[in-house]
């Protein structure tokens, strides 16, 4: 399932010759995603636009066009956004196809289908954001992401540290196996109560965070080109996992062996020494 890192590869891999694209035709497959595909809309305001910038926002992609409307899309669990030439045929399970002024076309692929695409139109789309963008947590690039608001937001909290991290309403785009690795980087137990993560602690989060998303963003990123190729491998398939799906093998650390337990239903790695568990739920 792609988290923020893979987002960010897509964004990233496709800012490099997106922007200043003119949508030439718009072409949707028969099935419909997570929503039904906007079709009118994709045809009212986004057929004939010209792609103006690229931003991400929690999992979400936000293609700005030069009328103000914002294409929206989310990859769900296997969604993929590809440039690819016009002239090859459309894959099996290719949803959307944006052809655009250059011979090139931006596919989105998704088998399972639990992506989304949606299309705020120009007069809306301000409004359509802010209150998109106040349904979610806090960016852990931004400095909104700091000791006070986890502190703040985590006071009154007893469950473990770990399904607090994954909240999207808290913190976006952090999924399993980025919770995972942070907690092991910041040497703190998954199953620590939230409302006894000191603020010493919190601030190792906060820096574990930002240096295993950048470390994941990089690793993505050195493969772009392969990446954006239809017979793309994502980069983040070569990261290499200090704890996640690691159970039972030797910490890279201090060769303890890798615990394993089942926290909100999500398969948790740790290493109890480089982690220990102090208080625990
Ligand atoms: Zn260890």
């Not at 400095?143 to 909290?157: D, P, Q, V």
Request: charged share 20%.
């Amino acid at each position: 399932m792609p988290e923020l890192p893979e987002v960010e590869v897509t964004r990233l891999g496709l800012l490099q010759s997106l922007p200043g694209r003119r949508v030439k035709k718009i072409v949707c497959g028969g099935k419909r995603l997570r929503t039904p595909l906007p079709r009118a809309l994709l045809a009212l305001h986004i057929l004939a636009g010209r792609i103006v910038a690229i931003d991400r926002r929690a999992k979400y992609l936000l293609f700005r066009m030069d009328n103000g409307s914002v294409l929206l899309i989310h990859l769900g669990m296997t969604g993929k956004l590809g440039l690819i030439p016009s002239a090859e045929p459309c894959a099996v399970h290719d949803h959307l196809r944006l052809q655009l002024d250059n011979n090139m076309d931006l596919r989105y692929n998704d088998s399972r289908r639990f992506g989304s695409i949606m299309v705020w139109p120009p007069t809306e789309a301000r409004q359509m954001e802010n209150a998109f963008s106040a349904r979610l947590g806090v960016e852990p690039f931004s400095r909104r992401f700091n000791t006070r608001y986890l502190r703040e937001r985590g006071r009154s909290k007893k469950q473990a540290v770990k399904n607090f991290l994954m909240d999207a309403r808290m913190i976006a785009g952090i999924g399993n196996i980025y919770a995972n690795e942070i907690l092991f980087g910041a040497g703190i137990h998954p199953l620590s109560p939230v409302n006894t993560i000191s603020d010493g602690e919190w601030k190792r989060i906060i820096h574990s965070t930002r240096r295993v998303l950048t470390r994941a963003i990089r690793a993505g990123g050195s493969t772009i080109s392969d990446f954006l190729g239809s017979s793309g491998n994502p980069g983040y398939f070569q990261l290499h996992f200090m704890v996640y799906d690691r159970a039972g093998k030797q910490c890279r650390r201090c060769s303890t062996p890798i615990g394993k337990c089942i926290v909100g239903g999500r398969a948790t790695y740790f290493c109890p020494t480089c982690q220990p568990a102090g208080q625990t739920i």
